[in-house]
């Protein structure tokens, strides 16, 4: 069964304070990791889309970085407009409508 | 680019009353649309995979006589939650990938309706 596991769940950090979140998968068959940031309210802004092992992203603040079993999002010196939650998401080989699954999330709270 | 709109942001209804939840794709069109269901800090689940011109294609354990799902045109796709109950509450993510991008390319997501059944 496809699956997606996000750590850690929350995290507090002071503005400047570099961090990094992971993002495990069990896919049959990648076709892509996506990132999402999700504030209160809202649907999820995309962020970036990995597709193969070896891959790396980056905009702003965040690099997104990938291997066979999981993905890091790393935020460099981050501030309080980074607070929100950030999610990845799979798209399984298995699919043919392209349907995403989702990790739980990790609620990042920047602290000035 | 890539904008997806939803309507409305959020609706009270009463429980036994139906509730219709439009998405619209405004800069692209789209033959598939996902919708899904997100409960408080909790993640996004699938319910329904919304074929434009062909019936929904539902997840396991979703009712598809309870959650409606019309794809009528290439940017549009409407949810009709049927005889809504307090359990239906819930905030409904739409979500869509331009018809001419590459089967993986990013979805794009509406900004949700927060639906409360009282």
């Known amino acids: 069964e496809d699956q997606v596991t996000q750590s850690p769940e929350a995290l507090r950090l002071q503005e400047g304070e570099s961090s990094s979140l992971n993002c495990s998968y069990t896919?049959?068959?990648?076709?892509?990791l996506f990132w999402y940031r999700q504030d209160p309210g809202k649907g999820p802004e995309f962020l970036f889309t990995?597709?193969?092992a070896g891959e790396e992203k980056e905009k702003e603040r965040l690099k997104a970085t990938l291997t066979k079993k999981e993905s890091f999002l790393h935020i460099t010196a981050p501030k309080p407009e980074d607070s929100a939650t950030y999610l990845c998401?799979?798209?399984?080989?298995?699919?043919?409508?392209?349907?995403?699954?989702f990790g739980q999330g990790t609620t990042l709270q920047v602290k000035p | 680019g890539a904008v997806v709109s939803q309507h409305p942001s959020w609706v009270i209804c009463k429980s036994g009353t139906s509730v219709k939840i439009e998405c619209r794709s405004l800069?692209?069109?789209?033959?598939?649309m996902f919708w899904y269901r997100q409960f408080p800090k909790q993640s996004l689940m699938l319910m329904a995979t919304?074929?434009?011109?062909?019936?929904?294609?539902?997840e396991q354990g979703v009712e598809k006589d309870k959650f409606l799902i019309n794809h009528a045109s290439l940017t549009l796709s409407t949810l009709t939650v049927t005889s809504a109950h307090p359990e239906d509450s819930s905030f409904y993510i739409c979500?869509?990938?331009?018809?001419?991008?590459?089967?993986?390319?990013?979805?794009?997501f509406g900004n949700g309706t927060r639906l409360t059944v009282t």
């Open positions: 800069d692209f069109q789209a033959t598939t």
């Open positions: 896919v049959s068959g990648l076709r892509g």
């Open positions: 919304s074929n434009e011109g062909s019936k929904a294609t539902y």
């Open positions: 979500s869509a990938r331009d018809r001419w991008g590459i089967n993986n390319s990013p979805l794009h």
């Open positions: 998401a799979v798209q399984a080989g298995s699919s043919n409508t392209g349907k995403l699954i």
């Open positions: 990995l597709y193969s």
